[in-house]
């Protein structure tokens, strides 16, 4: 058993599908102590060569540690070999990592990052609910700058009719989990001694149709080693209101750190289809491959990790190809709180960079 976790309350784990009391934590092992098999209880499995599940050598228990100084092909093919196993297969072990090279932006760290996803976990609408993590920094580790640090996510879902090809090969509907909301904290303190943080949110109050929630743990840049432990989240009393100026901050950070990621993802896509999705095609294209014309020889994807969110205020992102300010590229954008197009508090992303820049 670990010790008291420095700054953390004391509370009790709720029960799947019975409502928790105020305080009581809902998320299931999130000091990674109790085993499933070869992995931590209610979490993904660890790849073994960007994440792994191992004993804490500054505290007794168990953690999560990261590794993003990998080669992003590297990690890439390992993370597809894991996909074709069964659930419960054991992963044969991963090869040693090869040295990365400077400046380093072709290592998994440089691109989608060792993200690593929590179990979903059912949340109760108009209700605050508190994240907890404690996170520390390997002494090697470059020393971040303020924009690009890792990070911790909650990502917001609900159900979603779609339509897939079956078995016999023609399209069947399914219901499957679908990303609307997410927040997040920064872990701005490149400390090597274990630090608590802490973000209030409320997944409801903007999006109501959140009926469950995950976290993702999310290390990237600077390529290094990371370590998470004894996350919670805590259910609290009352609602953040709405018009809390951090809030909006925080808001505006989450949209255009989500563009970020999906700029990175665009450009993953041009390498190798040749160009960028159209208009048409969408998004979408990042998650599975376009059947509208033209249809890409060379799709490798998917490029993103989830499917595609909404903004912070429950809209989708808006995207356009040819960009306006560079036809080859790309137009991408969220329409702000104001959830109106050209209402002049968007986040705006024109090929080259921000529209306010």
């Known amino acids: 058993m670990k010790g008291a976790p420095v700054l953390l309350l004391a509370c009790a784990l709720a029960a799947p599908g019975v409502l928790a009391q105020e305080g009581a934590n809902i998320l299931p092992n999130g ?31 168990k953690a999560m540690r990261f590794d993003t100084d990998v080669e ?99 399209p069947e509907k399914v219901e499957l989990h679908r990303s609307i909301y997410e927040i997040y904290k920064n872990l701005e303190d490149p400390s090597t001694e274990w630090k608590t943080y802490v973000l209030e949110f409320d997944p409801t109050a903007r999006t109501p149709e959140v009926k469950w929630i995950r976290v993702m743990l999310f290390p990237y840049w600077p390529p290094g080693v990371y370590w998470f432990d004894r996350v919670q989240v805590i259910l609290g009393a009352g609602v953040a209101p709405a018009s809390n100026p951090d809030r909006l901050e925080t808001e505006y950070r989450a949209a255009r750190d989500q563009i970020r990621l999906f700029v990175a993802a665009l450009e993953r896509y041009r390498e190798s289809a040749g160009s960028y999705p159209t208009t048409l095609q969408g998004l979408k294209a990042l998650r599975e491959k376009p059947q509208r014309e033209p249809v890409p020889s060379n799709w490798q994807g998917p490029y993103l990790d989830d499917s595609i969110p909404l903004d912070p205020w429950g809209m989708r992102y808006r995207y356009f190809s040819p960009g306006s300010a560079r036809p080859e590229a790309f137009d991408l954008s969220s329409t702000g709180p104001d959830r109106k197009a050209g209402g002049g508090d968007g986040v705006e992303y024109l090929g080259e960079g921000w529209k306010d820049e």
């Open 31 to 61: 000091d990674f102590e109790e085993a499933r098999g070869d992995r931590p209880a209610h979490w993904q499995r660890p790849d073994g060569l960007t994440s792994f599940w191992e004993a804490d050598p500054l505290r007794t228990g």
């Open 72 to 170: 992003r092909d590297e990690a890439v093919a390992r993370w597809h070999l894991l996909r074709e196993l069964g659930e419960d297969e054991p992963a044969p072990p991963a090869a040693p990592k090869k040295p990365t090279r400077e400046p380093k932006y072709g290592t998994i760290g440089g691109h989608e990052g060792a993200y690593f996803y929590s179990d979903y976990v059912e949340v109760e609408s108009n209700r605050l609910y508190t994240l907890r993590i404690d996170y520390r920094a390997d002494p090697a580790n470059e020393k971040p700058t303020r924009r690009y640090v890792p990070k911790v996510f909650v990502k917001g879902y609900r159900l979603a009719e779609v339509e897939v090809a079956g078995e016999d090969g023609k």
